[in-house]
């Protein structure tokens, strides 16, 4: 039996880790965490009885707490709460579904209580990876990647000898943008931006790929996980969203893991890596497929990928701007308070006006994400 905790449990990725519980008599909840989406973590509470859970907003907690008042289980909130989950002595894998910065002080603190992380939380080494992967070494702790793309990174990896990479192949679809000009983006609407043409996912990570931010975001992670250069990892979109990514060596040899777009697959792999475990679901078939092709980034017209290599190669704390820029853009856009081609300019604007911190701690880190945060609302 392997015991797991999940932040970020009512969200895309956060539901589809319980699926895989769900089929697997072999893992048990020990813990979950939500935003506020109280009704489904109910639900969740109920089904699969985990021994506490935090709610990030407090009034929503207190709600709960009364909800659930007939079930034995603890109801936390808040950091302390979040921090709380994630180092219970009986867990053995943190699932970190949770989106925003508010990962980094779970995941560091998980760390140090020697659980291995299941990382689906991309700012957690976009802003502080110089700090997580040292601190992972030292405690012994595998930080065991969700994300299809690292995923499929990290499995062409697999019994072969890290020093021999020549280059990191990351795959994208493209976002349903893809081959669309300047001109054609000026226009479009939120409800264009959040129809993914291959994968169901959140709006925020939705609103990422058609900006190809989350490519971006995907290449600063790759970085610190796989301890590579920047000129060593390429972006190719490959449309059908096949290969999930490659991996190229010193040889000329390249691996790859293909498969349909599920994210259960990652998921699984992660919760029982090494071991592979049967997963339903449907199979490729290569005579229908019949082709998958391969296409260069547009950099010029999606910005969103040069402004993640400007910012990682700047280093210290402007990936903290660019996350945090990012971000509040993208709530502005799902609000309708901005257009999508103003999701470009906040960034830059934030970059261009930050002053670089080098190795920054994590309370510099998070320091930079509220002025961040101040200088979009004191001009948009």
Not at 41 to 60: C, G, T
Not at 150 to 177: C, D, M, V, W, Y
């Amino acid at each position: 039996m392997k015991t797991i905790a999940v932040l970020g449990s009512t969200g895309s990725i956060g539901t589809q880790t319980l699926e895989v519980v769900r089929e697997n008599n072999d893992l048990q909840v020990a813990a979950l965490a939500a935003g506020s989406n109280i009704v489904l973590l109910e639900k969740q509470i109920r089904e699969f009885a985990p021994k506490a859970v935090a709610v990030w907003d407090e009034k929503s907690a207190s709600e709960l707490k009364e909800s659930v008042k007939d079930l034995d289980v603890k109801v936390v909130s808040g950091m302390e709460g979040l921090i709380e989950i994630s180092t219970l002595p009986e867990v053995e894998i943190l699932v970190t579904a949770i989106v925003g910065m508010i990962g980094i002080l779970p995941t560091i603190e998980a760390i140090k209580a020697k659980k291995d992380i299941a990382l689906a939380n991309k700012e957690t080494l976009v802003t502080a990876g110089h700090i997580i992967m040292p601190l992972a070494k030292e405690c012994g702790v595998r930080i065991l990647p969700v994300d299809s793309e690292h995923s499929a990174i990290f499995q062409s990896l697999n019994g072969e000898n890290p020093k021999r990479i020549g280059k990191i192949l990351l795959t994208a679809s493209g976002g349903p943008f893809r081959g669309k000009t300047k001109s054609f983006l000026e226009k479009v609407r939120l409800e264009d931006a959040l129809k993914h043409p291959n994968w169901a996912m959140g709006q925020k990570i939705t609103i990422d790929s058609a900006t190809l931010v989350n490519k971006g975001l995907e290449v600063m992670e790759a970085k610190w996980l796989f301890g590579v250069d920047l000129d060593k990892i390429q972006v190719v979109i490959q449309p059908q969203s096949i290969i999930h990514s490659m991996v190229e060596y010193v040889d000329g040899a390249i691996m790859a893991e293909l498969g349909t777009p599920d994210m259960k697959l990652p998921i699984q792999y992660a919760l029982y890596y090494p071991d592979r475990k049967y997963l339903g679901g449907e199979r490729l078939d290569f005579w229908k497929l019949s082709q998958i092709t391969f296409e260069k980034p547009d950099m010029d017209t999606f910005l969103g990928l040069p402004l993640a290599f400007q910012a990682s190669k700047a280093g210290g704390s402007m990936p903290t701007v660019f996350n945090a820029a990012n971000e509040r853009a993208v709530s502005k856009f799902l609000h309708k308070e901005i257009r999508f081609l103003d999701i470009y300019d906040i960034i830059m604007y934030c970059m261009e006006e930050h002053k670089t911190i080098q190795n920054p701690t994590v309370e510099e880190i998070l320091a930079t994400e509220q002025a961040t945060y101040e200088l979009i609302e004191s001009r948009w």
